[in-house]
């Protein structure tokens, strides 16, 4: 026969589909717990099951070969409206069962149940994690226990699960509402150092500018990749590349190329920052006179273990201008605000960086290790 409708239907259907967990790919934490059940109790078949409305969906099983059955033959239908734990030694000799289709079958029937209730904090059940057999029997005060205390384990999983889902969104919201304003502070920047005369406070502003635009990459990298204390440095970089094109005076050319692995947020946000400041300093002084030229930024990781930022212009360097004098980018790069900048960041990082300006152009070597 079919089960009634939990007392509390819509609540419970209410609490199951707020996880988010139906219709999801399987998991191997999820089928560890099956394979053990299985594997203690002597039993052919283990699930873990949750009560839709109209269905049973299965998050793992072993012994089925399937992921979903109607309502109409589910046994656990019936085991959410009663206690904690239930052990039916013959279905067959059970009325809410003897009429099942799935317990009468000429092959394989289902003749032996005993499962454990999955509830949420608010005694709501959504399934369970239950073992099956071929044949009536009993299980072990030991297989019982196993069977609840896996239940139990089940349900953290699934709660964990849900926490982690919750605070990506919740990051994503923030790094989202961050992003879109620093591209505000980046607008009013931009709007007002056009407005600027004073080629002093035009490169401050400038400068300004580049920094908060480093910031507000992170920010969208995170966003995108749904990351909460990690982000892919080749996609970070791609993002802060965008950036620096969007600020790069038009006649220069921005490459970014960085080998795809997830870093923490925090050593991303220092590679950012230094080259950053190594491209704003490039942008201020290496390309003089509507000079055309190219910055490249590459990362690679050395065999030791070492993430390895290289950068490189080809301005003007210690070269002579197109005026005759001499590039302030010499004097500029070695010991101004923005080389203090770049060594703080590297320090930070528990990193090194060198840094040299030849006739050929400016050159930076930033190397940081990978575990700290």
Known sequence: MKADAHPQQDDRLRALRSYGILDTPREEE??????????????????????????????????????????????????????????IHDTLADPRMADNP????????????????????????????????????????IQRDTIKILARQVMRQIDLR???QQQIILQNEVDHRVKNSLAMVSGLLRLQTRKLTDPEAKAALTATQTRVNAIAALHQAMYQTSAVDSVDLSIFAKT???????????????????????????????????????????????????RAGRIEVRGDITD???LVVEARDDGVGTGDCPDGGVPPVSGEFSSGLGMKIIESSAASLGGTVESSVTEDGARMRLTVPLER
């Open 162 to 164: 849900f926490a982690l």
């Open 102 to 141: 799935l317990c009468l079958a000429a092959e394989a029937p289902l003749r032996f149940y005993a499962g454990a209730l999955l509830k949420t904090e608010d005694g709501l059940p959504i399934g369970t994690l239950c073992v099956l057999d071929h044949a009536p029997r009993s299980l072990t005060d």
């Open 304 to 306: 030791d273990g070492m």
């Open 30 to 87: 999820f089928d560890e717990m099956v394979r053990l059940a299985a594997a203690i109790c002597d039993a052919p078949i283990a699930v873990i099951n949750l009560i839709d409305e109209d269905r049973q969906w299965f998050k793992a099983e072993v012994g089925l070969g399937t992921r979903e059955t109607p309502i109409d033959t589910s046994i656990c239908s019936h085991v959410i409206l009663g206690e904690d734990f239930v052990e």
């Open 240 to 290: 802060i590349g965008e950036s620096l094109k969007a600020t790069a005076p038009v006649q220069v050319d921005v490459v970014f190329d960085f080998t795809a692995i997830k870093v923490p947020s925090e050593m991303a946000s220092g590679i950012a920052m230094i080259v950053n400041e190594f491209a704003a300093n490039s942008f201020q002084h290496a390309f003089p006179g509507n």
